[in-house]
């Protein structure tokens, strides 16, 4: 018995002990606020430029294709069998190249937005553990994942303002999204 009453006392303190020790934490929308820094909106000029590059060499090789496909079509009653087939092998040829070059932009692209986005992400990481080190915080809450379903505003602390201030965004600062792109502007117009 008293080994049951001891072992109900040990339990009951440590679950006393747990619940004291809630952590407090803070949270922040990660990739609004990345999107509101300078250097991803000169991250994501950069990128567009790029694309652009490659996007009018991808036009340049269509049009290449539509024009030895027209020639061909145009030709080919004229052609022997042998030459229309080694024609229609050129045209397949071309067509995967055009198709193996557009996966290859895309997979350029996308390691090229890592490369950009990987000090900026870094710069805001460390900004965001800086804020928290400094709120004593124990741990941050992506709020933009939208995995939570509450916060209670008693016990977390919204760190978007010290973050905001820490890397110089202008609080009052709205981003508008233009076709793919953000564009920032000051609400002092």
Do not use: H, W
């Not at 602390?157 to 201030?165: G, L």
Request: proline letters at 2%; charged letters at 30%; a negative charge.
């Amino acid at each position: 018995m008293k080994v049951r009453l001891l072992l109900a006392a040990v339990l009951t303190n440590a679950f006393l002990m747990v619940s004291a020790q809630e952590g407090k934490f803070g949270y922040i929308d990660f990739n609004s606020t990345l999107m509101l820094m300078p250097e991803y909106l000169e991250a994501e000029i950069n990128l567009q430029k790029i694309q652009s590059d490659y996007k009018e060499e991808i036009e340049r090789s269509k049009r290449e294709f539509e024009r030895v496909y027209i020639e061909f079509m145009l030709e080919q009653d004229q052609l022997s069998a042998s030459i229309v087939a080694k024609r229609q092998r050129e045209l397949q040829l071309l067509m995967d190249n055009n198709a193996q070059f557009r996966d290859k932009v895309q997979s350029d692209l996308e390691a090229k937005r890592a490369e950009l986005l990987y000090p900026i992400r870094n710069k805001l990481l460390k900004t965001v553990s800086d804020v928290c080190s400094s709120l004593n915080l124990d741990y941050v809450i992506d709020t933009g994942k939208g995995t939570y379903l509450f916060i209670n505003p008693e016990k977390g602390v919204d760190i978007s303002t010290q973050v905001y201030k820490l890397l110089g965004i202008d609080n009052q600062t709205e981003q508008i999204v233009e076709g793919e792109k953000p564009v920032i502007v000051s609400s002092d117009k």
